[in-house]
């Protein structure tokens, strides 16, 4: 059975952290780009930061450069984001997906995330003010 579980969310004040887990199972993780996107409330869903497990490549969305880092860990098939100077902006269900291909999906309109291969259920941020 594919899983991609988030863990970490939490609510913090704005200028704090907070890092977001992914454990992924039931798939060849080095064999597809995974990363993180989120939706805020009333707002459509948005990439944010994905990374391809084989050959290490990142995208990040131009809101969140400079101050979110994802990272992998192929040997426990783990994907983190690092989350630093967090803004009331930066609040939302943050979701774990996968795709097959490449991080491309991740800097596409959102009628293209009907096409990833796997999501995860997420994880409320909440940075308050």
């Known amino acids: 059975e594919v899983q991609l579980v988030e863990s970490g969310g939490g609510l913090v004040q704005a200028g704090g952290s907070l890092r977001l887990s992914c454990a992924a199972s039931g798939f060849t993780f080095d064999d597809y780009a995974i990363g993180w996107f989120r939706q805020a409330p009333g707002k459509e869903r948005e990439g944010v930061s994905c990374?391809?497990?084989?050959?290490?490549?990142?995208y990040y969305a131009d809101s969140v450069k400079g101050r979110f880092t994802i990272s992998s860990d192929n040997a426990k098939n783990m994907v983190y984001l690092q989350m630093n100077s967090l803004k009331p902006e930066d609040t939302a269900v943050y979701y774990c997906?996968?795709?097959?291909?490449?991080?491309?999906?991740?800097?596409?309109?959102?009628?293209?995330?009907?096409?990833?291969?796997?999501w995860g259920k997420g994880t409320l941020v909440t940075v308050s003010s």
């Open positions: 997906a996968a795709d097959s291909v490449s991080c491309t999906s991740w800097s596409l309109p959102p009628h293209y995330y009907s096409y990833m291969d796997y």
């Open positions: 990374i391809s497990s084989s050959d290490g490549s990142t």
